[in-house]
């Protein structure tokens, strides 16, 4: 006994109907389960349109790869044409398809009466404790004690790195071999830092902004590794995923943005995510995770020096300075 066989066009109809609803629902729920977050990351609009164009394009070249395989595609299209599954189908298929592709085009067109979108509080502080205003980011305010430290490990070339940069870091040294490990960063300070370093005689200024910019570049890795899927590499709002969300990622390059908080208030504001926020601040619409979650005070600080750096701003003087 033969087993029923699926045409060519059911399966190009099916295939899409299961591209459409993995990209659609399948992303999200994995996306959900892969991040432990509570609530699924959704997928922009503009990156169903290209998985739906490329299935359609790859379904094509199947269809049409062979005189044989286009006859099979066009034979149930033809056979509903003449009248093949009763005249009643194909008379309710012919009216059925240019009232949807007209309904779907009136429904894009006509003008709608919508309700005013939501205000977004930028800054809603009613439950901002007061302790955090004079916080200070410690990655950004380093003392002599770090400074120093950081000369020792330098000049013994023991310099540690975040677990989140070290291991690309030693697969660097592997490859390159150098002579230091902080060859690993080609100019500025750093470079000024082994020439002092090989002379004998270091510099605690140039020790001080080479140590600076070592963290800066831990904080962009961190910032790159958990924020610029929304923020973007440019801080800007405008990451991959910023147009899946109702209310766009906050856009750091704006003057009225984190330039006019205090660093104590971003550091609150990282930490506790969009489920931290106070009452005033709905409908709010933030997708940002509880970060105080996942990452430790140290790497949230670490970001948030980035932050600044990549936006080119400056937070905040709390007025009581």
Not at 168 to 178: A, G, N, R, S, T
Not at 308 to 313: E, G, H, M, N, T
């Amino acid at each position: 006994m033969t087993k029923p066989r699926i045409g060519t066009f059911l399966s190009v109809v099916l295939t899409l109907l299961v591209v459409y609803a993995l990209v659609k629902w399948g992303i999200p729920a994995l996306s959900r389960e892969v991040t432990s977050l509570p609530f699924p990351l959704p997928v922009p609009g503009t990156l169903m349109f290209f998985y739906m164009m490329l299935t359609i394009i790859a379904l094509f070249l199947i269809v049409t790869f062979s005189d044989e395989g286009l006859n099979d595609f066009l034979r149930p299209v033809k056979k509903l044409l003449r009248g093949g599954y009763t005249k009643i189908l194909r008379a309710v298929v012919l009216t059925a398809i240019p009232a949807v592709i007209g309904w779907q085009v009136y429904e894009i067109t006509v003008p709608k009466v919508e309700v005013p979108s939501s205000l977004r509080i930028q800054h809603p502080s009613s439950n901002f404790p007061k302790s955090f205003e004079d916080k200070k980011n410690p990655i950004a305010s380093l003392t002599a004690a770090d400074v120093d430290a950081f000369i020792e490990q330098a000049k013994a070339n023991e310099v540690q790195f975040i677990a989140q940069v070290q291991e690309d870091i030693d697969h660097w040294l592997e490859e390159v071999d150098p002579e230091h490990v902080l060859e690993f960063f080609p100019q500025g300070s750093m470079k000024k830092l082994l020439t002092e370093i090989a002379a004998g005689e270091v510099n605690r200024e140039t020790a001080k902004a080479a140590l600076s910019e070592k963290n800066l570049f831990e904080g962009r890795a961190l910032y790159a590794m958990n924020c610029r899927a929304c923020h973007g590499d440019s801080v800007a709002g405008d990451g991959p995923m910023a147009d899946g969300f109702k209310l766009r990622p906050i856009n750091f390059t704006d003057n009225g943005t984190i330039e006019t908080i205090v660093e104590g208030y971003t550091f609150w504001r990282v930490s506790n995510g969009g489920p931290g926020l106070p009452a005033e601040a709905t409908p709010w619409d933030s997708a940002m995770p509880e970060w105080k979650l996942s990452l430790a005070e140290e790497q949230r600080w670490r970001i948030i020096q980035a932050e600044y750096d990549l936006a080119q701003k400056t937070p905040r003087i709390p007025e009581s300075h």
